[in-house]
């Protein structure tokens, strides 16, 4: 059988998690990407070819004029609809291209839950640095397709809004920006997996962010089950949405007992958490994300370990210049705490203060089957080590 895989950087996910999962299920791969050397070196034995992936019309007559397909898959986040829309042109399972195009599109996404009556923010969108007569501050200011709080920040006032804005589209002349009102709360995450007919809620994550005006993801902390009025009211707007096949990373605040979506990912989590799910829930859950784009219904139950503890952290650059010295990637076992480090920049690279998921150095995955005791060894990991940058 024969899978498409869509995407732009190798990432993680793809190397450690789908390329290996797909060669247990037997699959043949042929990864389809703009970025085909980049691809090659990571993984040479895997077949790559060269498309504009971000054009669902040339991926789709490049696999027309290739091998029949039998699933189209991507696990990024900017590919979602072009994948959804070739997988409906050669009639196989897949995404709702127009749930994708929700799911991406951040003012679009405000328009479909309010008009769905599920929730409603205040929000515009922007091409100009200018600030909206009626808009609430403090409020935040992002691109409406953006990712991985890249030029998300929170903004006080007119001045500022514009000020913030003009900077993000001199970097981004094309990008449409999005304001809309800061929703306060704590963060966290749903992760789910469905079938089309079958939804399961993997759990998810409590996560703690760098202080203002920037949203850095620092620190998440795997919580096994939100409360179910919190769970509810999620999938409610996931629903509204059309929500509902292969995998979903939901990120939302609860405020006096009110969940409100910030943004949905229509993929498996990212920044190696995926790679910590599959190992602390025990389960083939990239196996099982595969198989869904190849038809096959899910399981009622997934057997997923339910007694896990389990944190991951991002030790980040906290100013610009090249890293001089870091950790090695390590693997350790600690008081019943397995630990897994692996360095996101090399030492002797040279990078400016990006105040973003850009400035990690490192991720560090533990798992384990006590939060206080994973969050020792989190702990005396990250004081035992040093990461030293010089201008």
């Known amino acids: 059988m024969r899978l498409y ?35 090659r070196r990571t993984y040479p034995e895997i077949e790559v070819l060269e498309c504009d992936v971000r054009d669902h019309r040339a991926v789709i007559t490049r696999i027309s004029t290739h091998h029949r397909p039998d699933a189209v ?27 994708a195009l929700r799911c991406k599109d951040k003012a679009e996404m405000r328009r479909r839950l309010a008009a769905a009556g599920v929730d409603t923010v205040w929000s515009a969108e922007l091409t100009e640095p ?3 007569g009626d ?11 953006g990712v991985a709080s890249e030029d998300v920040v929170l903004v006080h006032g007119p001045e500022d809004l514009v000020a913030e804005t003009k900077s993000i589209l001199d970097r981004r002349p094309d990008a449409v920006l999005v304001v809309e009102e800061y929703l306060p709360g704590e963060l966290f995450t749903l992760e789910t997996l469905g079938d089309g007919n ?22 998440l902390t795997f919580v096994p089950a939100h409360p179910e009025p919190v769970v509810e009211q999620v999938l409610a707007q996931l629903d509204a949405l059309g929500v509902g096949f292969g995998a979903c990373h939901t990120e939302f605040v609860v405020h006096e007992g009110r969940a409100r979506i910030i943004e949905v990912n229509y993929r498996a989590i990212g920044d190696q958490c995926d790679l910590l799910l599959a190992r602390l829930l025990e389960i083939p859950l990239f196996e099982h994300i595969l198989r869904t784009h190849l038809g096959e219904p899910l ?4 057997g997923a370990r339910r007694d896990g503890a389990a944190r991951l952290e991002y ?18 076992d600690v008081d019943g705490v397995h630990l897994t480090y692996r360095p996101l920049r090399s030492v002797g690279e040279r990078h400016e203060l990006y105040m973003t998921n850009r400035d990690y150095l490192g991720v560090l995955r533990a798992t384990g089957t006590d939060q206080g005791t994973v969050d020792r060894a989190v702990a005396d990991f990250l004081a035992e080590r040093q990461w030293e940058i010089q201008p």
Do not use: M
């Not at 990024?76 to 399972?93: E, G, I, K, M, V």
């Not at 399981?299 to 997934?302: I, N, T």
């Open 73 to 99: 898959f991507t696990n990024s986040d900017h590919l979602q609809t072009q994948a959804a829309l070739a997988a409906a042109y050669f009639d196989l399972p897949g995404k709702d291209w127009r749930a």
């Open 198 to 219: 079958v939804r399961h809620v993997l759990g998810g994550f409590h996560t703690e962010l760098s202080p203002p005006p920037y949203f850095i993801e620092e620190r």
């Open 130 to 132: 200018v600030a909206p």
């Open 299 to 302: 399981p009622a139950d997934l």
């Open 315 to 332: 030790p980040c650059a906290d100013r610009a210049g090249t890293l001089v010295g870091a950790p090695e990637a390590t693997d350790l």
């Open 135 to 145: 808009a609430p501050y403090p409020c935040v200011v992002k691109p409406r397709e």
């Open 5 to 39: 895989l869509l995407a732009l950087n190798p990432t993680d996910s793809v190397t450690e998690g789908f390329l290996p999962a797909a060669a247990r299920l037997g699959l043949d791969v042929t990864v389809l990407t703009d970025q085909p050397d980049a691809h």
